[in-house]
């Protein structure tokens, strides 16, 4: 099995004498129940899915209820805990009254679907379970020195093509039409059906064309307007849609950054993908990337989506966002930290290309490209 970068801070969770309440929040089927399992195991304790009814029942926000749970099992372990918001009472008596530790993983935060979750504040901690980041495979492959240069590029093409969940990257025994299989299994059970009946959504159809469309202006900007006018639908509901997604980590939000200078034009945001298999299983195109007339836009995802991910799971306090002028020029991606300092990201497929260092603040300005893209990266978002 992969070691995934969140099971060391789950390791030093439960060795600290903390009880805080451990969320681990991602995408269905990026490795969160294989890591619950694997503490189930560890633990002998069990497992309580909260997609079961018959899971939910012991947690009934009571305290005879919870005290024969909390009893029983010292360490409390549940899954997709955003299938019962209503468990944030539950929750809050489980912390406040016995010395228990819970890890729940959830697909969707539940701070999105839960009235009580503010209640929780100051007991709980989180992390992220995403798609494979390129540390995690890095950290679980061997490669000698002189390898690491074909390894890198070779790496990139794939992440590109089928992206990054850990069954597609980690089965090497799947042909590229098993993976296409599995890549439409995950986008028609999980990443729609899954999110169509938690939010209860009325229309699938339009879900997923709106997902087909942003797919196909990838590194273009959305306007949520003109999205809405080519699907003859209403302009709040694809913006509701897009946040779902948004929240449920299938799209990362790229806005524009404003500075008090005319120049910064743009109201619009980009709209990218944590796992590129998903945005091509969309646009049905798995050609090699040579033939691709949009290749550009899929090396641009891939870098942000690399970036987000080592974003989250470094618990990064930067903020993400790009900038254009009025004239037209653009860069790619700024980081932001909290002392206002600019970190300008240029993303090129090619080494070679314009210098687009237009960014009017104080900054640092690097390129990243197909043959630099992992050095420049493990540079960037240090942990904080």
């Known amino acids: 099995m992969l070691q995934r970068h969140i099971e060391e801070k789950v390791q030093e969770y439960l060795s600290e004498d903390n009880h805080k309440i451990y969320f681990i929040w991602g995408p269905r089927r990026s490795g969160k129940t294989t890591i619950l399992k694997d503490l189930a195991s560890k633990l002998s304790v069990p497992i309580f899915n909260f997609d079961l009814l018959s899971d939910r029942e012991p947690f009934a926000p009571t305290r005879d209820t919870l005290e024969k749970i909390a009893s029983a099992h010292k360490v409390i372990l549940i899954d997709e805990v955003q299938n019962y918001?209503?468990?944030?009472?539950?929750?809050?008596?489980?912390?406040?009254?016995?010395?228990?530790?819970?890890?729940?993983?959830?697909?969707?935060?539940?701070?999105?679907?839960?009235?009580?979750?503010?209640?929780?504040?100051?007991?709980?901690?989180?992390?992220?379970?995403?798609?494979?980041?390129?540390?995690?495979?890095?950290?679980?492959?061997?490669?000698?020195?002189?390898?690491?240069?074909?390894f890198y590029k070779n790496l990139a093409h794939q992440l590109q093509i089928f992206g990054s969940y850990p069954e597609i990257y980690a089965n090497t025994t799947l042909s590229e039409s098993e993976r296409i299989?599995?890549?439409?299994?995950?986008?028609?059970?999980?990443?729609?059906?899954?999110?169509?009946?938690?939010?209860?959504?009325?229309?699938?159809?339009?879900?997923?064309?709106?997902?087909?469309?942003?797919?196909?202006?990838?590194?273009?900007?959305?306007?949520?307007?003109?999205?809405?006018g080519s699907l003859g639908a209403n302009a709040v509901t694809v913006s509701n849609y897009i946040e779902i997604f948004i929240k449920n980590y299938i799209l990362i939000p790229l806005p524009s950054f404003k500075i008090n200078t005319r120049k910064a034009v743009s109201e619009n945001r980009k709209l990218y993908f944590y796992d590129l298999g998903i945005r091509n299983i969309l646009v049905k195109?798995?050609?090699?990337?040579?033939?691709?007339?949009?290749?550009?836009?899929?090396?641009?995802?891939?870098?942000?989506?690399?970036?987000?991910?080592?974003?989250?799971?470094?618990?990064?306090?930067?903020?993400?966002?790009?900038?254009?002028e009025y004239g037209g020029q653009e860069v790619d991606l700024i980081l932001e930290n909290y002392k206002k300092e600019y970190d300008c990201v240029e993303i090129k497929v090619n080494a070679k290309g314009g210098n687009k260092d237009i960014f009017p603040l104080p900054h640092t300005f690097i390129t990243i490209n197909t043959q630099n893209y992992f050095k420049e990266i493990t540079k960037l978002l240090q942990e904080n």
């Open 85 to 150: 918001p209503e468990s944030t009472v539950a929750l809050k008596i489980l912390y406040d009254e016995f010395n228990v530790k819970i890890i729940a993983t959830g697909s969707s935060e539940i701070r999105q679907k839960s009235t009580d979750f503010d209640s929780l504040a100051g007991r709980f901690i989180e992390s992220y379970c995403l798609p494979l980041s390129l540390k995690e495979i890095d950290d679980n492959t061997q490669i000698e020195t002189y390898a690491k240069e074909p």
């Open 181 to 228: 299989d599995l890549l439409q299994n995950i986008l028609d059970t999980y990443v729609l059906k899954d999110i169509i009946n938690i939010y209860d959504l009325k229309n699938e159809k339009l879900a997923k064309d709106i997902l087909i469309k942003i797919a196909l202006q990838i590194g273009s900007e959305v306007s949520v307007r003109e999205l809405a």
């Open 285 to 324: 195109d798995f050609r090699e990337l040579e033939l691709r007339p949009d290749k550009g836009g899929v090396f641009e995802n891939f870098i942000i989506s690399e970036i987000e991910k080592k974003r989250r799971n470094n618990h990064a306090k930067e903020t993400l966002y790009f900038y254009r």
